[in-house]
């Protein structure tokens, strides 16, 4: 199916939407002060080795050093003196970025970390995980470069496919694995997204990652210690590796500075993307043109409103997704079995769009209106199923249970689009519902009761938010008065219009 991509930039965010047959089928978002850095590369220099330990401190140019364990570091290196020599370490029985060969060494988890790595030499690392509050980032010395199918191990030589990847498969792809990467050197390991590439795609990400891993030592070869050298694909550089394919018509990018990044990038790395690559001038935002903003506002509600009148609702929770389909105002077909086929299958289209548009992942549970009709459920269930291939992200789904739900399961690839644009409600935290103002006025006459039971103070003041107050004032007086004779002291109230309908304080006077 054919689909258009658009990329809305500006300097806080970058927005990309997959639009196909005029629907908008996913959303992309990357926001610059978010961005981390696991999977940059930098040529370090060791500032102090702890024996103690078995770990050392690497300058490679933030705020903080950051940490290398012994664990970390590759099983064969090459020690160098950085007073004669600068070229980083790397691998045993590759040479080094400046054409050096390299020495074997004992394998690293039978020698101390004193006795591999020494203070002033240079050693290319890559983050394994951000800085946190005082931490520095952890790093490893074990380069590995993600691609869309692959993941590269320029300095191993080891093919593997990945174990999620069913086992009757893996040998096959194993064997083609091989097979492609014959020349060149280097290991593999080839991605659960992989398992249908054909030949021609796994070549075109072989050729990516090793061109990168070439830039990356030319630059290790030239650059001086706390360097960059390699920093993970930005959201824009990615879509041209992950969201390009053959059915893609065009993508259009409203920043002519992007437009000509990417138009670089794509020469180097991504020719065939080139002549689909347009920058957008149009009067109107780009995101207007198919009225995405308003796509992504509904995304982040309950109901889908289907065409034929019935709706779905879904709910996200931390275990999983359930979607329920309902008939609504939708009495168009002949009789009631005929109503619900039509709404099941047009659910069936909208469930697999909401799926992509949301990016839930994990459990998903789909609960169709019951159809008596096997025939109906088949058909429903072939629809479903034809919907979710559409899907770049690998999905798995069951048949109807005994209870006439549908199970499947989505890979969990990134935030969904909810946990990005929003946060837990502050009045509900997150529940959805809150307490009634009725509920809060009974929650604070308990209270009162508790309070003056252990305490003697002169007088008791409810500060509430104004639904409660005024409720005390109008059909709770007497309550409220009741109980300022039950135990003899004065009960004033005091309206705060910042709290919510569930917050109350009482302050001893």
């Known amino acids: 199916m054919a689909q258009d991509i658009l990329i809305n930039w500006s300097p806080q965010e970058t927005r990309v939407a997959v639009v196909e047959q005029g629907a908008v089928q996913e959303v992309h978002i990357e926001r610059t002060l978010e961005r981390g850095l696991v999977g940059n590369i930098y040529l370090g220099k060791v500032s102090r080795v702890l024996p103690g330990m078995q770990s050392a401190f690497i300058d490679v140019g933030l705020d903080r050093a950051a940490f290398l364990h012994v664990a970390d570091l590759l099983p064969n290196i090459t020690a160098r003196h950085a007073g004669k020599d600068k070229a980083p370490l790397v691998a045993s029985g590759q040479p080094a970025a400046d054409g050096t060969p390299a020495v074997a060494a004992p394998a690293a988890g039978t020698l101390p970390i004193e006795r591999q790595i020494f203070e002033g030499q240079a050693l290319m690392v890559q983050v394994l995980k951000d800085p946190i509050g005082t931490k520095g980032a952890r790093l490893t010395a074990q380069i590995s470069i993600a691609g869309r199918l692959l993941v590269f191990l320029p300095q191993d030589k080891h093919l593997g496919v990945s174990q999620k990847i069913p086992h009757a498969q893996r040998e096959a792809l194993r064997q083609r694995l091989v097979a ?45 210690p706390a360097t960059l050298l390699y920093q993970d694909l930005t959201l824009l550089q990615r879509v041209l590796r992950d969201l390009v394919g053959a059915q893609t018509q065009s993508i259009q990018v409203d920043s002519r500075e992007q437009h000509g990044l990417l138009q670089t ?26 009225s995405i903003d308003e796509e992504m506002a509904r995304a982040l509600g309950r109901r889908v409103d289907l065409k034929s009148g019935g709706y779905l609702v879904i709910d996200q929770t931390e275990a999983l997704t359930t979607v329920d ?73 069951g048949g109807f249970s005994q209870l006439g739900l549908v199970e499947m399961t989505r890979k969990r690839t990134r935030e969904s689009l909810a946990q990005m644009l929003s946060e837990p409600c502050a009045a509900c935290g997150g529940k959805g519902h809150v307490k009634t103002a009725r509920t809060v006025c009974y929650d604070v006459l308990r209270e009162i009761l508790r309070e003056a039971r252990a305490f003697n103070p002169r007088e008791f003041r409810v500060v509430a938010s104004p639904q409660v107050v005024e409720l005390f004032l109008d059909e709770e007086s007497a309550h409220l008065a009741g109980l300022s004779d039950f135990i003899g002291k004065p009960i004033s109230l005091q309206s705060e219009s910042g709290m919510t309908q569930e917050q109350y304080d009482i302050v001893l006077l």
């Open 180 to 224: 492609l990467t014959a020349e060149g050197g280097g290991g593999f390991i080839l991605r659960t997204n992989a398992e249908d590439a054909s030949d021609e795609e796994l070549a075109e990400d072989i050729a990516y990652l090793r061109k990168t891993w070439a830039h990356i030592k030319a630059g290790a070869a030239r650059q001086p």
């Open 265 to 290: 990038f794509a020469r180097e790395y991504m020719p065939s993307t080139l002549e689909r690559l347009r920058q957008y001038s149009g009067e109107r935002p780009i995101f207007d043109l198919y």
């Open 325 to 397: 389909v309902n008939t609504g105002g939708f009495v168009g077909a002949r009789n009631f079995d005929d109503t619900v086929f039509r709404t099941n299958l047009e659910a069936a289209q909208a469930i697999a769009r909401q799926l992509r548009l949301r990016n839930l992942g994990g459990i998903v549970i789909v609960d169709f209106i019951d159809m008596v009709r096997e025939d109906h459920r088949e058909a429903v269930l072939a629809e479903f199923r034809k919907q979710l291939a559409r899907d770049r992200v690998k999905t798995m789904i």
